[in-house]
Structure formats: C-alpha cells, structure tokens
C-alpha cells in the first residue's frame, strides 16, 4: 500500500429544499386555505476517525465530497426529507486544516470520534407560515439556504507510544523489525526507509506501538534528503529512541546533527525523554564500544545504552526504559477503555458514507 499523509480536498455542505406553494382543494370544504410544506435540511458533512486505515492515499483519486440536498416541501404541508449526511472517514491521527495550513481545525486523535465540519442549509419556508389574518392566501415561498464550501488540508500524524529517530543507516529498520511484526526494508545504503513505519511492541506482558521515521541528515529542516516531512509522526510520541551507529566516522557528530535537527523543527521535539542508544555492538568489541560510549558522555550525551539490532543483545534493557516513559496507558490500553458504542451525532443513522475502504 502506498503511504500519502497529506491532501487537499474539497468539500460542500447541501442545500436546503425550497418551500412549497400549495392551497388545499377538496370537495364540500369552502374555504382550503394554503398548505405549502417546508423544504428539507440540507445534508452536513461529518469527519470520523475509523481504525484499519494508515494512510490518507486514497484522497489522492477523490478530492470532491458534495452532501445531497434536501427535498423541497409539498402541499397538505408535507416537509421535504432532509439529505443524508455525508460521512467521511479518515484514519486516527488525522488533522484538518485550513486551506493556508495556517490553523488546525479538527483533530482526530481516537477511534470513533465523530466531528461535523460543515452543516447543511435549512429548508426554505412553504406558504402555509406565512399564512395570518391579513394575508390568508399568501404565495411567497422561501428557496433553501445554501450549504457551506471549503477547501482543507488532511495532514496524517500517527499516533505512536516511542518513536525511532537517527541519521540513515543508523539500524532503525533493523531495530523495529527485531521487536516487532513490522517488515521494514533493510539495505546498506541510506534512506531504505522511505516513509514512517508503524509497529507493535510486546514486551514483559504490555504492548505500546512504535514509530520508525526515515532517517535525518544535516539540514533535513531545510528540506536536506527527505527533508523533516516525517517528524511530525513523532510529536505526538512520549518518548525517542535515538538510535546512533557506533561503527559509523563520527559517532560524536551523528548525534548532535539528529539533535539539532529536532531543535530546529521544533513543536516541542527536542524536549520530549531520549534513549540513546549505541547499535552495531555486534561489529566492535567491548573496548571499543566503551570508548565511543565515553566519547558521546564528553560530548554531553546523556545516559548510553548499547545495543545489536542484528543480534537482539541489549534490546530488553532500551524496552524496559520505554516502557517506563510510557506509563500505564499506552494507546493500545487506551483504545480498549473506549466505550465501543461511542455516538457523537444524533442522526448518526442518517448519513451517507464515504470511506476508502
């Protein structure tokens, strides 16, 4: 499946049905008087995070969502139906934003939540409300409001307990395919991941989920490689596992350029609990991994645990440390104390479904 986590898309509200005019006619009653129903509302346009979806991709080929209208009025004052809403269902983690990107409007952070974003027009009035006694055969007659329009911005964040950061080739793919069911490419060249991979980790009886980004270079915030795109899948993590390669020139550089380029991005990156982790152990010996372990310490770097992605060796300790910063709820324990049977619209059974499943 490809993977797309932003999209323009367009939509409308309906518009209300017209007003009717109409005067009753039947035998022996003299005087029928009007009885022009009013038109139906239009239908409202309704955002639902829904689980199984990872991707906004399919908003790629349907970018224009249009509510029905409601039906006009009739005589024996017959309101018009109302449209069916239109339901529009997008994967957890999804904002909508403005057609600048300048303002968040919604946010979709779990399942089942359920937002109107755009209502529908009401239905015009029928003849028979303006009916008084100076004015017992009126003929005027409203048409429907117009529904609303808008053009937005779907912005896809994932929603991760710990999050996976480094420079390429640093073994995070190797990483997240070693505790999780996730099958990551892995090659000996940079940049093999080519947009955020999702897994989940059991570990000691819990299960939390984990993001693995596409590697930062020096200026990725300027759009340097893949530029920083994908670090906002990790804003919303708890905690960064900061994988450094320790057989790489300059274990010491590697983690400052990661850390300036969190810095710089900003949205409270830099800020958020890192574990920094030594990988490759494998390849060097223990003297070894214990100088570019001081080296790191000198440098600033905080606590250092060393690890092998390969052989699994150091893998408990760096999952322990992230169990503890995610806490008790992690977002899989979340979403099982969700009351299945959320409902945030009342006239939820009266809506027309757009979904790409």
């Not at 060097?284 to 092998?308: N, Q, R």
Request: net charge negative.
């Amino acid at each position: 499946m490809h993977f797309l986590d932003q999209a323009k898309i367009y939509v409308s509200s309906g518009q209300g049905g017209p007003g009717a005019v109409s005067f009753r006619r039947e035998k022996y009653i003299q005087y029928g008087g009007p009885d022009g129903g009013n038109g139906g509302k239009g239908g409202d346009v309704i955002f639902e995070a829904v689980e199984g979806l990872n991707t906004l991709i399919d908003f790629r080929y349907a970018q224009h969502f249009k509510a029905p209208r409601g039906k006009g009025g009739a005589g024996k004052n017959r309101t018009g139906a109302g449209g069916d809403d239109l339901r529009i269902k997008v994967p957890v983690g999804t904002q909508i934003l403005s057609e600048d990107k300048e303002h968040v409007l919604l946010d979709f952070t779990r399942v089942g939540q359920r937002e109107i974003y755009l209502e529908g027009g009401i239905g015009g009035r029928g003849n028979a409300s303006y009916k008084s006694a100076t004015n017992r055969a009126p003929r005027q007659h409203q048409p429907g409001e117009p529904g609303e329009e808008a053009a937005v911005w779907l912005r896809l964040k994932l929603i991760a307990d710990a999050g996976l950061v480094g420079l390429p080739n640093a073994g995070k793919s190797t990483f997240i395919n070693k505790v999780t069911n996730t099958n990551a490419k892995v090659g000996a060249y940079p940049f093999t991941t080519i947009h955020p991979q999702l897994g989940v980790v059991q570990h000691k009886g819990r299960e939390f989920v984990l993001a693995d980004i596409p590697g930062l270079i020096d200026g990725a915030a300027e759009g340097a490689g893949i530029g920083d795109r994908f670090l906002g899948h990790i804003e919303r993590c708890k905690i960064l596992v900061h994988l450094v390669d320790a057989t790489g020139d300059d274990p010491v550089q590697a983690w400052k350029t990661v850390c300036k380029e969190l810095e710089e991005y900003g949205a409270g990156l830099s800020d958020k609990p890192q574990i920094l982790a030594l990988n490759k152990g494998d390849l060097l010996d223990d003297e070894l991994m214990a100088s570019v372990a001081g080296d790191l310490k000198m440098a600033g770097a905080p606590e250092i645990l060393t690890l092998s992605g390969a052989t699994g060796a150091g893998m408990d300790e760096v999952l322990n440390k992230v169990l503890e910063a995610v806490g008790e709820n992690s977002s899989i324990e979340k979403k099982e104390q969700q009351d299945d049977g959320y409902i945030a619209n009342d006239k939820a059974e009266d809506t027309k479904d757009w979904s790409p499943l």
